[in-house]
């Protein structure tokens, strides 16, 4: 498996913009999460989804920020109209309910600069 | 509210010695899991070990073992033989037992080791 995919690697932008970041899960897994890291305030999870339905949104941090699943291999995070305060690593993460221990499998992350 | 803490925000130790890390967490829970990830310059975040709070067994990997003190809610990582490729960003997160949600991490440790 190639693991969980994002896209793109680097996004830079200006504030204003809308911004997109792409997630493809590993296969066969029911949970998918976002997730941001910051110097200031470290990993912080963002939403989460269980069978392309959102559990948990409380970390979401405003009315710009929206995230998707449209289906079991694909979900978006979209930030509208973004800040230079939403500079960040956005990580996607997903797990199996199959597995005892609940690893979350993230992937490389997304490094979003907001001019 | 689960915390986790991680007081060491740098540390270093030379190729081949022995260095812990330390983590102190605050659960009003009584099953949980925790984890140590490892997140090298690449950014990718990887598991490196997990435990469970009802094992009184201290999870081993290869060079990496975990202390973990369930009355004193403490989790440090120890890392023998250390090498180079070790150097990286530490984390270690909570997550509650039965969830498969909220992965809840500390701030990080940046290890260096030195050749």
């Known amino acids: 498996d190639a693991g969980v995919i994002q896209s793109p690697r680097h996004e830079v932008t200006e504030m204003g913009q809308e911004v997109t970041l792409r997630c493809k899960p590993i296969s066969g897994h029911d949970y998918l999460f976002w997730y941001r890291q910051t110097m200031m305030r470290g990993l912080e999870l963002l939403i989460y989804?269980?069978?392309?339905?959102?559990?948990?949104d409380s970390g979401m941090p405003e009315d710009r920020f929206s995230a998707k699943m449209p289906n079991a291999s694909f979900s978006t995070l979209k930030i509208q109209p973004s800040e230079p305060r939403d500079s960040a690593v956005y990580f996607c993460?997903?797990?199996?309910?199959?597995?005892?221990?609940?690893?979350?499998?993230f992937g490389p992350g997304t490094r979003l600069t907001v001019l | 509210a689960q915390t986790v803490t991680q007081s060491q925000p740098e540390m270093s130790v030379q190729e081949a010695e022995t260095v812990t890390l330390s983590c102190t967490y605050d659960t009003s829970e009584n099953n949980y899991y925790l984890f140590w990830y490892k997140q090298p310059p690449s950014r990718q975040m990887i598991l490196v070990i997990r435990?469970?709070?009802?094992?009184?067994q201290n999870a081993t990997e290869n060079r990496f073992s975990v202390n973990f003190q369930k009355a004193a809610k403490s989790f440090s990582l120890k890392i023998s033989d250390s090498q180079l490729g070790d150097t990286a960003m530490y984390f270690c997160a909570f997550m509650k037992w039965g969830s498969q949600g909220n992965l809840i991490f500390g701030k990080g440790t940046k290890l260096s080791v030195k050749p």
């Open positions: 435990q469970e709070a009802y094992k009184q």
């Open positions: 993460a997903s797990s199996s309910p199959t597995d005892s221990y609940n690893e979350q499998f």
């Open positions: 989804f269980n069978n392309n339905v959102p559990i948990d």
